[in-house]
């Protein structure tokens, strides 16, 4: 059973940091790419980074510069390091991870989701 699990959320002040952690279960994150999303209120969801397989890195647009994403393998678990935060990043953020299985199935997980807040 695959688990994907959040944590690291939580209320921060504009211009404020945190680091969310991705602790996974059940597959092993250096083989998939695993991606950060979020979701605002009345928005869709949205990518905000994802790291593949082989280490690259790719941020969207609003957090170029801001947020940083990483992969600790021997803990299984990735990161978003979120700085400079502003009342736009309020969101609930999802880890993803997503694979073409060497049977070319495609496998695709989500975890639960964890609010980030920033007041202004």
């Known amino acids: 059973q695959v688990q994907l699990v959040e944590s690291g959320g939580g209320l921060v002040q504009s211009g404020g940091s945190l680091r969310l952690s991705c602790a996974a279960s059940?597959?092993?994150?250096?083989?998939?790419?695993m991606g950060w999303f979020r979701e605002a209120p009345g928005k869709q969801r949205e990518l905000v980074a994802d790291m593949s397989s082989d280490s690259a890195i790719n941020y969207g647009d609003s957090e170029k510069g801001r947020f940083t994403s990483s992969r600790d393998n021997t803990k299984n678990t990735v990161y978003l390091q979120m700085n400079s935060l502003k009342p736009e990043d309020t969101a609930v953020y999802y880890c993803n991870a997503l694979r073409i299985a060497p049977d070319l199935r495609t496998e695709y997980y989500w975890g639960q989701g964890i609010q980030v807040t920033v007041s202004s």
């Open positions: 059940g597959i092993t994150v250096s083989m998939f790419t």
